[in-house]
């Protein structure tokens, strides 16, 4: 079964930064596609950005030219820097690797 580890959440004012960190303990890392959802209260649940096995990324509208997607194979780890943040980003943040799901963290943004 694969493990995950998911950091990097918090409350954090309107404009700031945050960058979120998904480890999983899954063989052959390099080989998966990988990416973010999101789900706000009462709101369906939300692809958010995708980063494939030759690091090619791809984000939803709404947050190209804030957010960037990452990865490094060699600490299995997986990357999502959000800047220029605003209250319509509050959300549970869930990552995916391949076919398997991080837990979740929570994103507030508020003054």
């Known amino acids: 079964q694969v493990q995950f580890a998911e950091s990097g959440g918090g409350l954090v004012q309107p404009g700031g930064s945050l960058r979120l960190s998904c480890a999983a303990s899954v063989s052959f890392f390099r080989i998966y596609a990988m990416g973010w959802y999101r789900q706000a209260p009462g709101k369906q649940r939300e692809w958010v950005a995708s980063?494939?096995?030759?690091?090619?990324?791809d984000y939803v509208d709404s947050v190209k030219g804030r957010f960037t997607i990452s990865r490094d194979n060699a600490k299995n780890t997986m990357y999502l820097q959000m800047n220029s943040l605003n209250p319509e980003d509050t959300a549970v943040y869930y990552c995916y690797v391949g076919k398997n799901w991080g837990q979740g963290t929570q994103v507030t943004v508020s003054s």
């Open positions: 980063i494939a096995s030759d690091g090619s990324a």
